[in-house]
């Protein structure tokens, strides 16, 4: 499967920014992408105010690009779009995934939401305009089976595991990471979790300037293969960065090094519950 990936440095100008993602979308399909990806918030990078009216005239964007998959024939996945949590405080930052019918099977809210305090001071706090979704989603299309993540959703392997466990062997991470954390641990975290699950990565990412918080954001869209190898690295300019998944390599990997199949995960879900009733137990003997 050819797969296109869309860099790009969204801003604050939501039409600006929808006009570039398919400007983009085209491009890649008429390079021969069977499926685009496009990276976390690439609707808009701005005020949380604005992020909220977004949300809730969103339908008609959403359609747009619906209809885009299904005129091009290709699969795509909007990285992430705000959509309304019924509280006018928050929103869920959604991933949308469309198939070449312009059906759109999945709609995945991101898990965890990310918190970091930089040496210089300043800070990001997702939860003050987001809320973390409840449900963790794959969905199978022919011989590929996609899981679903989002950026932050990065460093918590055991969603990751949860998807391979469900079969899942190309695990999505559109992401807006920062250039700090970038520069630390992106390709390292990236890598892992590939190798990990021996699973082809594919992680959309912004790059340049973040007006919404106000910081560099890393770019270096990545597509790694399932022993780890980095297939495309986009570095830190916009544009669609192309790369193949060839499913019989990633069967003979799984094939060579069985390690999905060795996991004790019933050695392993033991103790993790004996823990948790030790830890529940020591907290009801201090009066907790």
């Known amino acids: 499967m050819r797969i296109g990936l869309v860099q790009i440095c969204s801003t604050d100008n939501l039409q600006r920014n929808i006009d570039k993602a398919e400007g983009f979308i085209r491009e890649a399909a008429k390079a021969g992408a069977?499926?685009?990806?496009?990276p976390e918030s690439f609707l808009y990078r701005g005020s949380p105010q604005n992020l909220q009216d977004i949300s809730l005239k969103l339908k008609p964007t959403t359609l747009r690009f619906s209809r885009l998959a299904k005129e091009l024939g290709i699969r795509l996945l909007l990285g992430t779009v705000p959509e309304p949590t019924g509280d006018r405080g928050k929103l869920y930052n959604t991933?949308?995934?469309y198939m070449p019918s312009g059906e759109g099977p999945v709609r995945y809210k991101k898990l965890h939401l990310f918190s970091v305090a930089f040496e210089d001071g300043k800070s990001i706090d997702e939860s003050r305009t987001f809320r973390g979704g409840n449900r963790v989603w794959t969905h199978r299309d022919g011989e590929a089976v996609y899981g679903f993540t989002i950026c932050y959703d990065?460093?918590?392997?055991?969603?990751?595991?949860?998807h391979a466990q469900a079969g899942a062997n190309v695990m999505f991470v559109p992401s807006n990471f920062t250039k700090p954390t970038g520069e630390a641990h992106w390709h390292l975290l990236l890598r892992a979790r590939a190798v990990e699950n021996l699973s082809y990565?594919?992680?959309?990412?912004?790059?340049?300037?973040?007006?919404?918080?106000?910081i560099e954001t890393y770019g270096h869209s990545l597509v790694v293969s399932p022993w780890g190898e980095v297939l495309l690295d986009m570095g830190e300019a916009e544009g669609i960065g192309y790369a193949t998944l060839d499913f019989q390599i990633l069967a003979e990997c799984r094939k060579r090094l069985p390690a999905l199949g060795h996991m004790r995960s019933d050695v392993i879900k033991l103790e993790v519950k004996d823990r948790r009733a030790e830890l529940i137990a020591a907290q009801e003997r201090e009066g907790r």
């Open 34 to 38: 069977q499926l685009v990806a496009l």
């Open 95 to 97: 991933s949308i995934f």
């Open 154 to 162: 990065l460093r918590f392997p055991e969603l990751f595991r949860l």
């Open 201 to 214: 990565v594919v992680a959309p990412a912004q790059c340049g300037f973040d007006p919404g918080n106000r």
